[in-house]
């Protein structure tokens, strides 16, 4: 566990080593792979079993942290919007010395919409997007901060963190007391009630490959399928069937598979647009990263 400093926020951080075994020795040339979790009582632990330790285990660097405010992170009272949050992300890869590492984002959930953000802000970074059931329609707003005002109105001086400890139950109090500290005493349900929406634009100028997973009895699937007729390079939408809003946590072998061969789509578009690239450069101190060409499918 470890706690870095960034854009004025200090974030609980965790770093997974690629297996030397599986990483190869163009372990370095890979997407680092980051981990986006969702809202309020969500934070990077949710990802450690399902997902980041099989990635890191097929030979891919891994960055986790809890979003600001979320889990071991610091709860500043503002700057829970879009925007902000991308500002973070970056400005914690610097703080990593990870600044000009092309990343592959995995966003569950609200994580899903903050990487799709961060894909639409610095496609030069982003190589690649996973996206889990991810938010995308002004409807998913409306209906998440009505659910967020109702749910702070229940947390406003409750005694349920405090009996919850007395049952021993130390788990379910700290998640209680922070998503009552970030509904009743940050802006962030203001927020999210700001927040922008994607226009069939947004997605058309996409420049990476995305996969999309939902589950079948989701309300974000028309919205995954619409993000599929306009972006030029999602490689699948994967529907898994029996399933709701609960992928990540009800569906880890299906996930699993389908996860990591789209990482391996990508960082192999990478590692041919690296030597593409460097063989078309003469005069250059250094190779120029070149996506158009690895990114058409």
Known sequence: MAFVAA???????????????????DAADRPLVVFLHGLVVDNLSSFYCPLAVPVARAGHEVVLYDLRGHGRSERPATGYDSRTAVRDLFALLGALGLAHRPVHLVGNSYGG???????????????????????LSGAWVDNMVDTLSAAALGLEDSAVPAELLTLRLRKAA???????????RTTLIDDIAASRTFTPANYAGL?????????????????????????????????????GHDVLKES???????VLAHLDRVATAEAHAGTATTAATTTATAPVRSRAGALVR
């Open 7 to 25: 854009g004025g926020v200090r974030f609980h951080v965790q770093r997974l080593p690629a297996t030397a075994s599986a990483a190869g020795p």
């Open 113 to 135: 919409t903050l990487a799709l953000h961060a894909a639409l802000a610095r496609p030069d970074l982003v190589a690649g997007l996973t996206l889990l059931e991810p938010p």
């Open 174 to 184: 700290n998640l209680t007391a922070i998503a009552d500290d970030l509904l009743n």
């Open 207 to 243: 420049r990476c490959p995305v996969l999309i997973v939902c589950g079948e009895h989701s309300e974000l699937v028309p919205g995954a399928r619409e993000l599929a007729r306009h972006a030029p390079h999602v490689t699948s939408v994967e529907i898994l069937p029996g399933l």
């Open 252 to 258: 880890s072998g299906a996930l699993r598979a389908a």
